[in-house]
C-alpha cells in the first residue's frame, strides 16, 4: 500500500509538473522582459562634464544620501538607461562606515565616521566609544579659517546632520543635540525640526539663544533667502522639509546660497571718489575684476589715505557692458578712459551701508584675518567675516548721521531719494571734526569709552552744526565750526523739535541740568 500510494504520489507530481509547464514557460518569459525593461519612461539627459583644468577649488560640498548604498546607486543607474551625474566624477571610491560594536551600523555611527573619519558605537553621535567629542569637518573646517555649514531637508536634530554639529552617547536625545547647535560654530544651518528648538522640557529657547550667538535666525525658506550674509540658521519646518515634489529644488537653492561668496574690493580716492558716487546713487557700476554672481556681498576698501573698508555692497547684476553702464564720468578724478576698457564688463553693486569706522581700518583688518593690504578683489575668510559683521548692518543710512530728513524719510516712507551736498558726509571732516574735539559729548560730556571700555573706543556720533535741509549746491563743510561729537541720546534731542524749533547745544545743555535737579 505504502509502495503504491508513494508511485501515485509521484506520479501526480509529474502530472502537475506536467500541466503548469507551458504556463510557466511563459511567466519566466515575462519576467525575463520584465528585469530588462528600464523603469523610467523619459529618462534625465546626463550631459557630459569636462572637469576644470588650472583652477583652484573654490567650494567642497559634501552631499550625503542618508541610508543609500551601493544598490541604491545601481538602481538610479539601471532606471536612468545606464547614465548617471556620479559618471563625470573625476575619481570614486568606498567608504567604510560600519560601527565599533553592531554588525549593522546607524546613521548616528555611519554619520559620525563621514563627519569625524573614526569609527564610534551603535546610536553614538559625534563622540568615540568612549563617549568623548569628536572634531568634525565643521571644527576642522573652522581651525583652518574656512567657513562651513550644513543644509538638510530632514529635521536637524536627525543623526546624520547632528553627527557634524553634536554630541552625545544616544541620538534619540533629540532635545540635547539640538542644545549642542548653540556651540557648533558652524556658519550656515538650514533644516526642519523647529518643535525642538523651542516650548522645551527644560524651559530653554534654544532660537534665542543661536540670536546671542550672532545668528540670523530664519523661520521660513523665504525669510532665510532674504538674508544676505553673516551667519544663518535656517529651521523652516516643524520637523522635515517637504516631500521632493513639494519643495522643488530648496535643497539645491540653500546649499548654493550656503556657498555664496563675499567678496572685498578696493577703491582709489586719488582716482575715482567712491564716497562722492554712493552719495549721490544707491547703485555703482564696478570693473568686473572677479567672478561676482548676483547675491554676493562686496566689501569696499578705500585706500590712502583712509584705508579701511567703509561699504558694504550687494551685486544684483553682472555682464554689464559698458554702453549699458551707468554714467559716473563725473567721480573719476583722472580721465576713466585710462582704466576702463571698450571690452569690461561690469557688476552693478547696490549699496547696502556705509561705515565710517576705526576698527575697520587697515591695521585692525590685519588683526582679523587679512594678509596684506587689498589690491584686486580678495575673498572673504570667516575671521574676517566675523569682523566685519560686528560693524556693519544692513541698512542704507549712516547711524552716525541721524538727521531729520533720513528720520522723515525711514519712519514715514514721505521721501524716496535724499540728496545732500557730497562734502556733507565725507569721513575726512568727521575725522577732522574728531580730532579737534576729541571724543567726549559735546553737550552731555559722556565718553563711552570711559563708560564702556575697549568696546566704547572711539564711539561717538558728529553732529552739523548747520542743519543739512539749509545746505545749498555751495556749502562746503569746515570741521572746526560745522561739526561737533555727540552721543547717540544727544544727537536725537538735536533733531526733535520744541515748538516747532529744533533746540541748540546750548540750550540742551540747560534742558539737561534743569532735569538733574
Not at 559618471?87 to 560601527?99: E, F, H, M, P, R
Not at 549699458?324 to 571690452?343: G, T
Not at 549712516?398 to 545732500?420: F, H, Y
Request: glycine share 6%; charged share 25%.
Amino acid at each position: 500500500m505504502n509502495k503504491h500510494w508513494i508511485k501515485l504520489g509521484m506520479a501526480a507530481l509529474l502530472l502537475g509538473s506536467m500541466q503548469v509547464s507551458q504556463p510557466m514557460q511563459a511567466q519566466e518569459v515575462a519576467r525575463e522582459a520584465k528585469l530588462h525593461t528600464y523603469v523610467m519612461e523619459n529618462p534625465y539627459d546626463v550631459p557630459e562634464i569636462q572637469a576644470p583644468k588650472g583652477k583652484k577649488v573654490k567650494n567642497v560640498v559634501l552631499m550625503i544620501g542618508d541610508g543609500m548604498s551601493l544598490m541604491h546607486v545601481y538602481s538610479a543607474w539601471t532606471a536612468n538607461r545606464g547614465k548617471l551625474y556620479l559618471d563625470n566624477s573625476q575619481a570614486v571610491g568606498l567608504s567604510k562606515t560600519y560601527c565599533a560594536d553592531k554588525l549593522i551600523t546607524d546613521s548616528g555611527a555611519g554619520g559620525t565616521a563621514i563627519a569625524t573619519g573614526q569609527k564610534t558605537k551603535y546610536h553614538y553621535v559625534g563622540v568615540d566609544p568612549q563617549g568623548n567629542e569628536l572634531p568634525s569637518l565643521i571644527t576642522l573646517s573652522k581651525a583652518k579659517g574656512m567657513s562651513a555649514g550644513i543644509a538638510v531637508t530632514c529635521r536637524l536634530w536627525d543623526a546624520t546632520p547632528a553627527d557634524f554639529c553634536c554630541h552625545n552617547v544616544d541620538r534619540d536625545d533629540e532635545f540635547d543635540l539640538v542644545a549642542d547647535y548653540v556651540e557648533c560654530g558652524a556658519d550656515y544651518v538650514v533644516g526642519g525640526g523647529a518643535e525642538k528648538f523651542e516650548n522645551r522640557p527644560d524651559g530653554r529657547n534654544i532660537f534665542q539663544e543661536l540670536e546671542a550667538k550672532g545668528y540670523q535666525v530664519a523661520r521660513s525658506w523665504e525669510e532665510a533667502q532674504a538674508l544676505k550674509d553673516g551667519k544663518i540658521f535656517a529651521v523652516t519646518d516643524k520637523r522635515d522639509t517637504p516631500v521632493p515634489a513639494e519643495r522643488g529644488d530648496r535643497l539645491a537653492q540653500s546649499a548654493l546660497k550656503g556657498i555664496m561668496t563675499n567678496w572685498l574690493i578696493s577703491a582709489n580716492p586719488q582716482k575715482y571718489d567712491v564716497i562722492a558716487a554712493y552719495q549721490k546713487y544707491e547703485l555703482i557700476d564696478w570693473t568686473q575684476s572677479a567672478k561676482f554672481q548676483v547675491g554676493d556681498i562686496v566689501y569696499i576698501y578705500v585706500s590712502k589715505p583712509l584705508q579701511k573698508i567703509m561699504f558694504k555692497t550687494e551685486v544684483l547684476a553682472t555682464d554689464i557692458e559698458l554702453t549699458d553702464s551707468f554714467d559716473d564720468f563725473e567721480f573719476w578724478i583722472v580721465n576713466p578712459k585710462l582704466h576702463v576698457k571698450d571690452n569690461k564688463k561690469f557688476a552693478r553693486l547696490k549699496k547696502l551701508d556705509f561705515v565710517d569706522n576705526d576698527n575697520l581700518s587697515l591695521e585692525q583688518l590685519l588683526k582679523h584675518g587679512l594678509n596684506k593690504a587689498p589690491q584686486g578683489p580678495v575673498k572673504i575668510v570667516a575671521q574676517l567675516q566675523q569682523h566685519l559683521d560686528a560693524h556693519f548692518k544692513t541698512t542704507i543710512y549712516d547711524p552716525n548721521e541721524i538727521d531729520k530728513d533720513i528720520v522723515d524719510s525711514i519712519l514715514e516712507g514721505a521721501k524716496q531719494q535724499v540728496t545732500v551736498n557730497r562734502y556733507e558726509r565725507n569721513p575726512i571732516a568727521r575725522r577732522q571734526c574728531l580730532e579737534l574735539h576729541g571724543y567726549n559729548c559735546f553737550v552731555c560730556e559722556m565718553n563711552f569709552e570711559k563708560t564702556y571700555g575697549e568696546i566704547g573706543k572711539e564711539f561717538i556720533h558728529v553732529h552739523h552744526l548747520v542743519p543739512l535741509h539749509e545746505i545749498n549746491q555751495k556749502y562746503e563743510v569746515n570741521p572746526e565750526t560745522d561739526l561737533i561729537p555727540v552721543c547717540p541720546n544727544c544727537h536725537a534731542m538735536l533733531h526733535r523739535q520744541v515748538d516747532g524749533k529744533y533746540l541748540n547745544t546750548a540750550e540742551l545743555k540747560k534742558l539737561i541740568q534743569l532735569n538733574k535737579r
